[in-house]
């Protein structure tokens, strides 16, 4: 993996070179390459923003590979990261999807139904100076597992501490189960699963784990507001077309979480971890 390219959307903003920014920071521990790609608009004319004129202006990256190709960002950004095997791809956090015109949803939710890779999303300014705690969503299933590899092999390479983090809902009625003895079953079988987890990944890891209570993704957003320099968490599985396929608590922390947020399709290549990473509880 330490080989491997990360693929940058980049149009000039400040929101854009805070996504160059971050896929620096990730890429520094093994040097890997960074490749800020610009999409332009073939048929636009020069004073657009969108077009290849323009695109010749923009600001120089202090040393990053760049490159301009014609089409929208979503297609661009795949289409090189697919060619290129790239482990990630990396974009800034906007609901001005396309890098410039207005779409319903941000390009990074649209990359969570495309991308053959993790996505990860950078909030506006720049990133942490270096990555200290790496947060984890973690609930049993096979895609937070594909999550928790991941996010594992980022630790081991920037030398920072996990936070396994579980949410279910506070006590009192729920859709899925309205017996008050029921959820509390539950959340303390949760409990345990979660510490027990935590407690088998490796000590250099210093993993912690807990348990949030509330509406999953409003309460691992808020437990990531401090202390927390990138939130890993998994999707559903690939689509038809090889693209992640977002639940509802990816979609949300991408649009809603203070930190950086790193989605894992299930299944991607990328996320295999070191096999000391890999030992499971009940996985």
Do not use: K
């Not at 927390?228 to 809603?256: E, K, N, Q």
């Amino acid at each position: 993996m330490s080989t491997q390219t990360i693929v940058v959307g980049y149009d000039g903003t400040d929101v854009a070179r805070s996504a160059v920014d971050l896929a620096v920071l990730l890429a520094a521990p093994t040097r890997q390459r960074v490749l800020a790609i610009t999409a332009y608009e073939p048929g636009a004319t020069a004073g657009d923003p969108r077009s290849a004129a323009s695109v010749e202006l923009l600001d120089d990256l202090g040393g990053v590979e760049r490159d301009a190709l014609p089409g929208t960002a979503l297609t661009v950004l795949s289409t090189v990261a697919e060619r290129l095997g790239a482990e990630l791809i990396v974009v800034g956090a906007t609901h001005r999807g396309v890098l410039g015109r207005i779409v319903p949803g941000s390009l990074g939710q649209q990359l969570l139904q495309g991308a053959p890779c993790a996505v990860a999303v950078a909030r506006g300014g720049p990133p942490a100076a270096t990555i200290r705690s790496i947060a984890v969503a973690w609930d049993r299933r096979p895609q937070a597992e594909e999550a928790l590899a991941y996010a594992c092999h980022l630790a081991e390479r920037h030398d920072a501490g996990l936070r396994l983090m579980s949410a279910c809902y506070a006590p009192g009625p729920s859709q899925e189960n309205s017996d008050p003895e029921a959820q509390s079953a539950f959340r303390t079988r949760l409990q345990a699963d979660v510490r027990a987890r935590a407690a088998a990944l490796p000590v250099n890891l210093r993993a912690a784990s807990e348990l949030l209570l509330g509406d999953p993704g409003r309460a691992l957003a808020t437990a990531c507001e401090e202390g927390v320099d990138l939130l890993v968490t998994g999707s559903r599985s690939y689509g038809p077309l090889r693209g992640a396929i977002a639940g509802s608590v990816a979609r949300h922390l991408v649009d809603h979480a203070s930190c950086p947020v790193l989605v894992v399709p299930r299944g991607a290549p990328t996320t295999q971890a070191p096999e000391r990473a890999a030992l499971a509880v009940g996985a």
